[in-house]
């Protein structure tokens, strides 16, 4: 007997390269904002985090939008990004574990 009902899907879901991600790239980490909006107040475990990256390296890319995409999402943020040209959407966490000890950021733009 099969473990899963014949109506369930077991296919790996793959986002199709054209919507709206570019493939992943690297860039310095003084190019990444924090969004102003993080639903998290504070961050905890960074310790943690810090420690995970610095062994393991940087398993999964930020998810950021262009500095352009965001503004005209959110005008009058300027000021909240400082000169970053993307900001941050998922990886608020590992960009602040990042900010000691590493210098670049995988990110996958979806603007």
Known sequence: MSAVPPSVSTKTYSPSPDRGRRAARTVKRSQLAHNPFNVRE???ELEE???SLLEKGQ???LAVV???AF???HP???EALGPALHVVIDGNRRLAAALADLPEM???VND
């Open 42 to 44: 504070t961050l905890t």
């Open 49 to 51: 985090t810090a420690a």
């Open 59 to 61: 398993l999964q890319p």
């Open 66 to 68: 262009s500095r352009q």
């Open 71 to 73: 503004l005209k999402a």
């Open 76 to 78: 009058g943020q300027e």
């Open 106 to 108: 995988h990110i996958f």
